[in-house]
């Protein structure tokens, strides 16, 4: 992404289905016209009162996935679809994601991934004899992973198949706990070689390593990842049963749902966003009280605070773009503290009430150039001020057309 000319680097294009639960929609779109009139002021306070302090943080890579997680059918879809969800989950880049995709495939005996594998290719129940499931847990940690998945009612008992779920869910655990040394490794890589081969030996292990078939493999769901364009029920994120945002390359739509959820979709048109009417660069899309929040960019929450309006202001600092990414009128019970990191598309709060959007409920998102977001209202916004103001009009207009619905 070169911030220089205002438009970010478009990797690749997906959308996640996702099952949520939201608030009932309330009638906002009578008072769009008159919502930009009557809105006097709509910036962050830079001298409000008190930082948020919560404790209701949500924890990138979370084990718990909802039990209707499935990667669909095809397995250019599996594979694509897998490659997205830990792109979102974990902060991944889309080769490194399909180093991990890439040793499941060769492991699991298949390209469409089967999550219900005994080792020579028998699907059906685990039966704790070799490998089975994605990465062809053995020994202890297949008994273990089949422990989880029925304490977790993924599975009902020993004697039913796992599921994309089941699999999905045990892995993020013993990343998050056992094998918790593989994924910063993972990070640290700079090719789709260098991805595979780091994930093989720091999480498979295997007896036969076969590393030029793990990295075909990757190359090929890599290839299927950057191709897909179809929809998919991905239902993972970090906890509650929400799931990342429509993704374009490194950037996620700031609502979580399908094109539904916008009440003022008209604002994207013509390959970009309509800006809000504020003296300086700044998007107002209007949502139902409740709609859930999620990161536009991966980063570190610099600051959470009262916005004039009465809402909740987070600010979220991505260092290589060297921008704060503001999202105003949230509800007051952040789901982020300040100090975490946040990956691509993580869900950070839900949209405020009427009298949190300053009469209509809304997110207000703005991007500025540096660490912190500076002070401007719809009344004045002095111009070295002005200045730091980024356009995201058009990374708003490619991840609402990426959303599904």
Known sequence: ?????????????????????????????????????????????????????????????????????????????????????????????????????????????????????????????????????????????????????????????????????????????????SEKAAMPALKKTTSVEQATETFMKKYERPGVPALSRRVENAKTALRNSTAATGTTNIAANCMAGNSSSGIVGNTAFPLIGTKAVVKNPDMFSNGTASLGGHPYTAFDILAAPGTPVAAFLTGKVTRIMNDRCGGRMISIYNESENLTISYLHMASQAEVKQGDTVSLGQRIGVVGSAGSGCGTPHLHIDAVKGTRRIGCSRKSCPEKNKALFVNIGKELYDTFQALPG
């Open 1 to 177: 992404m070169k911030t220089t000319s205002h438009r970010f680097t478009i990797l690749t294009a997906a959308f996640l289905s996702v099952v949520i639960v939201c608030s009932t929609p309330v009638e906002v779109l009578a008072r769009y016209n008159a919502f930009y009139s009557m809105n006097d002021i709509e910036f962050a306070d830079e001298f409000a009162e008190q930082v948020c302090k919560t404790d209701g943080v949500i924890a990138t890579g979370g084990e718990s996935v909802d039990a209707k997680f499935n990667l669909g059918s095809s397995a250019e879809e599996r594979q694509g679809n897998l490659i997205r969800a830990l792109m979102a989950d974990y902060g991944l880049k889309d080769f490194q994601a399909a180093g991990v995709v890439g040793n499941f495939m060769l492991e699991s005996g298949g390209a469409n991934l089967p999550p219900n594998n005994n080792e020579g290719g028998i699907a059906g129940p685990p039966r704790f004899k070799g490998g089975y499931g994605w990465p062809q847990w053995t020994g202890g940690r297949q008994r273990s992973f089949i422990d989880f998945a029925i304490q977790k009612n993924y599975m009902a008992s020993k004697s039913e198949s796992a599921t994309d779920a089941a699999n999905y869910a045990y892995f993020k655990h013993e990343i998050a706990t």
